[in-house]
Nanobody, 123 residues
C-alpha cells in the first residue's frame, strides 16, 4: 500500500486548502482512510476518517465544522477540504489507512502512512 499526500501550502488566516491523498497497492474495499496532523512539538492528532466502501465519516471534535473528508473511488484518492484556516491548523498533514472500519481515531490503529504535506497558516 502506498499513500501519497499532497496539496499543502502557505495560506493566510481564513483561507482554504484541499489536501489529496493518492492511494495505490490494493483495492481499498473495506479499508478506512484518515487524515492526521502533527504540529511542531506536539503529538500526532486525528483530524478525520472515512470508510472507503461505506462513506461513513468520523471527525475530531475540533474539526467537524471546518473540514470535510471525502473520497473518489474512481481516482483512488481521498481528500480533505479545509476552510476558515487558522494559525493553529499549521502542521504536517498525513494520510493513513487501515483494513477495517473508520471508527478509529488513534494513530496506532492505522497501518499505512503517507509522507505528509505541510500546511502553514499565517496570522
Amino acid at each position: 500500500v502506498l499513500l501519497q499526500a499532497y496539496g499543502g501550502g502557505f495560506v493566510q488566516t481564513g483561507g482554504f486548502l484541499r489536501l489529496s491523498c493518492a492511494a495505490s497497492g490494493t483495492s481499498f474495499t473495506g479499508y478506512a482512510m484518515a487524515w492526521f496532523r502533527q504540529a511542531p512539538g506536539k503529538e500526532r492528532e486525528f483530524v478525520a476518517a472515512i470508510g472507503w466502501s461505506s462513506g461513513f465519516t468520523l471527525y475530531s471534535d475540533f474539526e467537524k465544522t471546518r473540514f470535510t473528508i471525502s473520497r473518489d473511488s474512481a481516482k483512488n484518492t481521498v481528500y480533505l477540504q479545509m476552510t476558515s484556516l487558522k494559525p493553529g491548523d499549521t502542521a504536517v498533514y498525513y494520510c493513513a489507512s487501515r483494513p477495517g472500519n473508520p471508527h478509529i481515531s488513534l494513530a496506532d490503529g492505522y497501518v499505512y502512512w503517507g509522507q505528509g504535506t505541510q500546511v502553514t497558516v499565517s496570522s
